[in-house]
């Protein structure tokens, strides 16, 4: 059952907001949430972040309503513009490039595990030795993923270590692969571990 939109005159509301009167508050959330939520969402593309997003955006209406001055736009214009701002700095933060970033890996890391048992044949051309500048435990991963066929599954059972264990072991050996790659200029050879 959706909620009732309270019909409020937009003085009144701003005055109650002014006042910081959560009626008002909850009058706005009620009446402006599902729209703003919709552009946000368009602008960030996950619900996860959208409505933490949509959080930050209505601390910040409550926070700086005084900021808002009605000879400048409506009050929904207003809140619109906050949001829209809040999901705009979102994605463009660091936290947000790297959790994109993160999602990717995942992904990727997960992959490796739809293709089964398919064997790597060992390459001439030295992977084996830039592999050998990886921590033990990283180089022994690595090895039974790409060049003896194992799951992420089963390089777990066999090591006795949880799966997000292995996973995150991944992640950072791949990440360290590929920065060796491009130091000596072996840049073709960051494919061969695509993620």
């Keep these: 059952m959706s909620k009732r939109k309270t019909i409020i005159a937009e003085e009144a509301l701003v005055s109650l ?3 910081k009167d959560e009626r008002g508050f909850s009058i706005l959330y009620d ?5 703003l939520y919709g552009v946000i969402l ?11 997003v949509m959080q930050d955006s209505f601390v910040k209406i409550w926070r700086n309503i005084e900021g808002y001055n009605r000879t400048k736009g409506t009050l929904f214009t207003w809140i619109l513009n906050v949001a829209r701002n809040t999901a705009i700095d979102r994605i463009r933060s660091q936290e947000f490039q790297n959790s994109q970033k993160n ?13 089964g048992g398919s064997q790597f044949d060992i390459d001439a051309i030295g992977v084996k030795k830039v592999i050998e500048n990886l921590r033990p435990e990283h180089q022994q991963i690595i090895d039974l993923l790409y060049f003896k066929g ?12 949880p799966l997000g264990t292995v996973k995150t072991r991944v ?5 360290q692969l590929r920065q060796y790659f491009v130091e000596f ?3 073709f050879l960051s494919g061969f571990f695509d993620l």
């Excluded at 009446?31 to 729209?35: R, V």
């Excluded at 799951?151 to 006795?160: I, S, Y």
């Excluded at 992640?171 to 990440?175: D, E, F, G, M, N």
């Design 31 to 35: 009446n402006y949430s599902s729209a």
């Design 150 to 161: 194992y799951t992420q599954a089963e390089v777990a059972e066999e090591f006795g270590i």
């Design 17 to 19: 907001l002014q006042s």
């Design 171 to 175: 992640k950072s050996a791949i990440v």
């Design 185 to 187: 200029g072996l840049i």
């Design 103 to 115: 999602h990717d890996l995942d992904d990727h890391v997960n992959f490796i595990d739809s293709q």
């Design 42 to 52: 368009k602008i960030v593309r996950s619900e996860e972040v959208a409505a933490d």
